[in-house]
């Protein structure tokens, strides 16, 4: 099946697409702006929360996905802060499906519309396929390798920004970074033809980048569930990433922090040097 995903056929994709709608529909949106003080916990401290739909979504998307696909494995965000060991099967043979249930949890426990779900399919460090799903405003983000990315089946191409005009970038929320990370971000600083901005949900930032409305982001961490639909949306709408030794960013781990990702190759090269000259 994944083969037929990655030549054009078959219907794995529309498929997996109808799994990330139906848990939503089941498990995030009737709790959006509706959830009781017991259903939101705190997991290693007070910016980085849990609710009931967080759990509620990845099980009904383990359960779907495994289905679809059989012999994968599911890496959840939930699951594996459970168990670490879970996250391994990033290096394993099997197909994996990388899941983030609810991305941009702080926003949906506040009521707001700025959070998605993100699932995207690896096998052997590669991100073939993402999938990231705004359920508010009811937009679903596709990217299949090598067969481009859409939006609720509309072309995505992320462009170039026009020349001379100021870089909008997109970078890890100070809550989520520490000083030597700090030190990095402030290099953006130093051009006057960037302006950047600490975005909410990792997935909707990607979402932007491929649609040409962010030229570039800048993230200061490397869980994959953050960071794989997005940056395969990014790669088949034209756009690139690099680390901050100039190497592409790897789901399994292991980069160089900052990485970037951006609307094109001198985008991201502009933001990684700004990055690298602290």
Not at 127 to 148: C, D, F, I, N, S
Not at 178 to 197: E, P, W
């Amino acid at each position: 099946m994944i083969d037929e995903l990655l030549d054009g056929s078959g219907s794995l994709s529309s498929e997996v697409e109808a799994a990330v709608r139906a848990a939503a529909a089941v498990e995030i949106v009737p709790r959006h702006r509706r959830l009781a003080a017991h259903e939101i916990v705190e997991k290693n401290g007070p910016h980085d929360l849990v609710t009931v739909a967080d759990r509620a979504a990845e099980a009904h998307l383990t359960a779907a996905l495994t289905r679809l696909l059989p012999g994968s494995v599911v890496v959840g965000e939930e699951a594996v802060h459970a168990d670490p060991a879970v996250y391994e099967a990033l290096h394993g043979d099997a197909p994996v499906w990388i899941v983030d249930p609810v991305d941009g949890t702080r926003q949906f426990v506040r009521g707001e519309a700025g959070f998605c779900s993100l699932v995207a399919l690896a096998r052997r460090g590669e991100v073939l396929a993402g999938w990231t799903y705004a359920p508010v405003p009811e937009e679903m983000a596709v990217a299949v390798r090598g067969h481009g990315a859409r939006l609720n089946g509309t072309p995505l191409r992320a462009g170039s920004p026009a020349p001379g005009t100021v870089l909008e970038v997109a970078t890890s929320h100070p809550d989520y970074t520490t000083a030597g990370q700090k030190a990095a971000l402030a290099g953006l600083a130093t051009d006057g033809g960037v302006r950047a901005t600490p975005c909410g949900s990792a997935g909707l930032a990607y979402l932007d980048v491929a649609r040409g409305a962010t030229d570039a982001l800048v993230f200061t961490w490397e869980y994959a569930w953050d960071h794989a639909a997005g940056l395969v949306l990014v790669e088949e709408a034209g756009g690139t990433h690099l680390t901050l030794s100039g190497e592409p960013f790897r789901v399994t781990g292991g980069n160089t922090l900052p990485f970037t990702a951006a609307r094109d190759d001198t985008t991201a090269a502009r933001v990684r040097a700004l990055l690298t000259a602290q």
